[in-house]
């Protein structure tokens, strides 16, 4: 069995796709560089080795509340890239913090005043001046914390999110969401507050949030109830009263005692056009338009095989799983994680899906994934694997997408899965 500190629970390309980062539950950030093409084989893909890693949260402890304070990273965030340096930023329940990448190749020497190690010389024996002179050296990566932006949040964060202006980002916990500067660490401005005067009348939380990728006043945010609030910050200062209210009325012949838990968004993603929002409640992902309130224009089902077993899933907690989903970089395959070490995509151009396994057999080199199918009944394929045989301890809750090319990040407990290319054959 894997540590609990290991199990990983974000995963986040950069805007290019040549850096991975992982989050783990032990508070580690680790990330992960794409090896540059080799001249022997130009156009070969290149691995994704490990570049850094480094430890971005302790656990803590809130004396006032007589509250542990996890150390485990519930987020990461890439900044757009500015200069050579990289940067991103990585949250627990509690704190926000910004990390700055840099490299070293080169080492200064021949200084004046001091020695090869470093310390002062003797005024008197420096007899002659010298220009110091840069040596090649072995290349290291240096991390280190830029801010820390702490005391925002009376609950846990559960999403943060960069605007698109590369000046402020902005994070959500059950019952508010706060707007950022990025160079400002000590004030936040509270744009969405759904906290009741009497906690009593709480009726839904805030499950995640995210800004509109290109313009800077919109963003989403989702609820327990399974509906979608867009906002425009151009309206008013605190952003309670949503610009559009995008939810689907429900379906009286499937309503049962755990028609709300199930229709709980635990993700929303903008299209990188930004015409659409991809979410994910317990058993489908949706693609809403922008422009249509009333419902959303694309259903599909991840596991609707499961729809029986609620009972049990409820038992064993697993119905509070939040899975995450994503788009390629085209918006038109849509991808989100199952049991069983299962993800599941989606063409939307036709209509074509399929289930594939994140395994130790398939992520060998140059392994084809095979597509998977769960049986719920009825006549049994060969390699068909019934409903009832599923490990509900496996989950693949987090994935992610290269901005640009067909290669997927998958994380499966402690194993981190980069499969590339073969899944847009998979899809064809």
Not at 374 to 379: F, S, Y
Request: glycine content about 4%; charged content about 25%; overall charge negative.
């Amino acid at each position: 069995m894997p540590s609990e500190a290991d199990i990983i629970s974000t995963v986040e390309f950069n805007h290019t796709g040549e850096l991975l980062a992982t989050g783990d539950k032990g508070g580690r950030v680790v990330i992960f560089q794409r090896e540059p093409e080799s001249k022997n084989t130009p156009h070969s893909q290149g691995e994704y080795d490990v570049y850094s890693t480094f430890q971005s949260h302790e656990p803590e402890f809130d004396y006032l509340k007589s509250l542990e304070i996890e150390e485990k990273i519930n987020k990461i965030k890439w900044l757009p890239q500015q200069n050579a340096a990289h940067a991103l930023l990585s949250t627990n329940d509690k704190t926000i913090k910004l990390w700055k990448i840099t490299e070293r190749d080169k080492r200064p020497e021949g200084y004046n005043l001091k020695d090869e190690e470093g310390k002062l010389k003797a005024l008197c024996t420096v007899t002659s001046l010298q220009v110091p002179v840069l040596k090649p050296m072995d290349l290291m990566v240096e991390v280190s914390p830029r801010r820390i932006f702490a005391n925002g949040h009376t609950y846990h964060i559960n999403s943060i999110s960069v605007n698109s202006d590369c000046e402020t980002y902005m994070s959500a916990d059950d019952l508010r969401i706060n707007l950022w500067h990025l160079a400002v660490t000590d004030r936040s401005f509270n744009i969405v507050d759904i906290k009741p005067a009497n906690m009593e009348e709480l009726t839904e939380v805030i499950t995640a949030s995210e800004f509109h990728p290109h313009h800077c006043n919109l963003f989403v945010y989702s609820s327990s109830k399974g509906s979608l609030r867009l906002c425009d910050m151009r309206a008013a200062a605190l952003c309670d009263q949503h610009a559009k209210l995008f939810e689907e009325p429900e379906d009286p012949s499937n309503r049962s005692f755990f028609s709300e838990i199930i229709s709980s968004v635990s993700d929303v993603k903008f299209s990188h056009s930004g015409r659409y929002m991809l979410t994910r409640d317990y058993l489908t992902v949706k693609v809403w338009d922008l422009n249509m309130e009333a419902g959303p224009v694309e259903t599909y089902q991840v596991h609707e095989y499961l729809r029986g077993k609620l009972c049990s899933l409820y038992e064993n907690d697993c119905i509070f799983d939040k899975f995450e989903c994503t788009w390629n970089g085209g918006d038109s395959v849509i991808m989100t994680g199952a049991y069983n070490n299962f993800f599941r995509m989606f063409d939307r151009n036709t209509k074509r899906d399929v289930t594939l396994e994140a395994s130790r057999e398939s992520s060998k080199p140059r392994a084809v994934l095979k597509p998977r199918r769960v049986c719920a009944g009825g006549k049994r394929r060969r390699d068909d694997i019934s409903v009832d045989s599923l490990d509900f301890t496996k989950k693949i809750l987090h994935t992610a997408w290269h901005p640009a090319e067909n290669i997927i990040a998958i994380a499966a407990t402690n194993n981190l899965y980069i499969f590339q290319d073969k899944v847009s054959s998979e899809m064809q």
